[in-house]
């Protein structure tokens, strides 16, 4: 078996292909570098320069709250330049998005040059190219039935071949790797400390094991199909459903079956909601007093106030159910995304690395919780919450021949000593908890490299030979 390993790794460093990949790789994985570290030294400025001006303007009327720049989002950009840079937190745990680097709220337009990418798209391609004459090219030149007259068995054989294409891949993927790092290294030190690096240092074996899928593929088509033109043909074709049809549709296909009102009719629900629940008690209130039912213009002011938050709880609420039906959705789309190996290894290296949706649904965590210290600030400075809405209103009264006006409250800025605010602190959570939240994406993973090995052998050895 080792001499098979060695016979076809020789093959291999002597192909046109390999020479090829290897100079792509270096190339792209230079760039992936040079890109990462210009928008990172920019990203890195202009988050000091934001979280500076919070701190020196310390307010009770709204914060911001900001995200610091992954430094791992070379290796996984997860959509992270069309999510916010951070929120604007406002009395009652209401949380406004901060602009994004670009916006493009339905996809994107150039795919990130991250190792993601650049292993999922090129290197799994590039196994496929590997694998797909594996055993038909050899059935082709009849060089298969020479060497199944030695004493090897065919699964010694095909196990042969399938662990010759993963190390072979290694090569170049391993020398990109080093390149990628050691340009950002030497402008970009601070990025390579040793928390960071243990997470690098799972995304090899991930990789392997999402690679370990097409191989597999490809040997179980050149093992089923005669004439490797076919076995190329039928590969390609089933390469680009699962690396680009499936992963790219899910979104279109969950939007298409999702109960999710979309953002115009939700708007349309806006006006008639504030008209009912705040304007027609505004209109109750102004007709009391108008029959004198108000002793006083506090007690009009009370009721004004009381209207206002019912209202604003029932408008709340009606964005906190468009937001769960929206995060239903993505949901679904992740679930379809994830019948395909390529989703299956992007989300399992975003959990690892702390990059796409896992990053947000933690910033947004430790934004609510941070809320409760916010709110519970207002009060012992203000002695009042005050909750902020969309919605308005401005309106005068007579109340025992005083002209009273009624207005929508507004948070108050304490302009004492400020001192004791309380800062934002994004939480780091630990390489572990990475694993734990992408166990289940690498169990998927497992599920396919179990399935498609069953299928190969099955296939090979019932492969006639002659």
Not at 41 to 61: G, I, N, P
Not at 155 to 163: G, N, Q
Not at 290 to 307: I, L, N, R, V, Y
Request: proline fraction near 4%.
């Amino acid at each position: 078996m080792g001499t098979i390993i060695k016979r076809e790794l020789l093959d291999h460093l002597q192909s046109i292909q390999f020479l090829v990949l290897t100079a792509a790789s270096l190339v792209l994985f230079a760039g992936n570098a040079i890109v990462f570290v210009r928008s990172f030294r920019e990203e890195t400025a202009a988050f000091s320069l934001r979280v500076t001006e919070t701190d020196r303007q310390s307010s009770t009327a709204a914060t911001e709250l900001n995200k610091r720049p992954n430094a791992l989002r070379f290796i996984a950009d997860g959509g992270d330049r069309y999510r916010p840079s951070g929120y604007t937190l406002r009395p009652g745990g209401r949380l406004e998005p901060l602009p994004a680097g670009q916006i493009n709220y339905k996809m994107l337009d150039v795919p990130e040059l991250d190792w993601s990418f650049l292993i999922a798209v090129v290197f799994s391609l590039y196994v496929i190219l590997l694998g797909f004459n594996a055993i038909s090219g050899e059935k082709e030149l009849g060089t298969l039935r020479l060497v199944l007259s030695n004493p090897v068995s065919r699964v010694e054989l095909l196990a042969a071949k399938f662990i010759a294409i993963l190390m072979i891949v290694m090569v170049p993927l391993l020398m990109g790797g080093l390149v990628s790092l050691t340009i950002i290294g030497i402008y970009q030190p601070q990025v390579l400390n040793l928390a960071h690096l243990s997470r690098m240092v799972v995304v090899l074996p991930l990789a392997l094991f999402f690679l370990a899928v097409f191989a597999l593929l490809s040997l179980c088509i050149s093992s089923l199909v005669s004439r490797s033109s076919v076995v190329l043909l039928l590969i390609l074709a089933i390469w680009v459903i699962l690396a680009v049809i499936v992963p790219n549709t899910s979104g279109i296909l969950a939007e298409r079956f999702s109960r999710a009102q979309s953002e115009f009719q939700m708007a349309r629900m806006v006006g008639p909601l504030i008209q009912k629940q705040v304007f027609d008690r505004i209109k109750a209130i102004l007709a009391r007093a108008e029959k004198g039912e108000f002793p006083s213009a506090a007690a009009m002011k009370q009721e004004g106030d009381k209207a206002y938050d019912e209202g604003q709880k029932d408008l709340v609420r009606h964005y906190e159910n468009y937001e769960a039906a929206m995060k239903q959705r993505a949901g679904l789309a992740r679930a379809l995304s994830r019948l395909s190996p390529t989703g299956l290894f992007q989300f399992a290296l975003e959990d690892i690395v702390r990059a796409g949706n896992s990053r947000e649904e933690d910033f947004v965590r430790d934004a609510r919780n941070y809320s409760q210290q916010y709110d519970e600030y207002i009060l012992k400075k203000v002695g009042r919450l005050v909750r902020t809405s969309n919605f308005s209103f401005a309106v005068s009264a007579d109340v025992k021949g005083e002209m009273v006006r009624l207005d929508s409250p507004s948070p108050q800025e304490y302009t004492g000593d400020k001192s004791d605010f309380p800062r934002f602190q994004e939480s780091q959570p630990s390489l572990m908890q990475g694993v734990q939240n992408a166990m289940w994406d690498m169990a998927g993973l497992l599920v396919w490299v179990i399935i498609l090995a069953v299928l190969a052998f099955m296939s090979f050895l019932r492969t006639d030979v002659r």
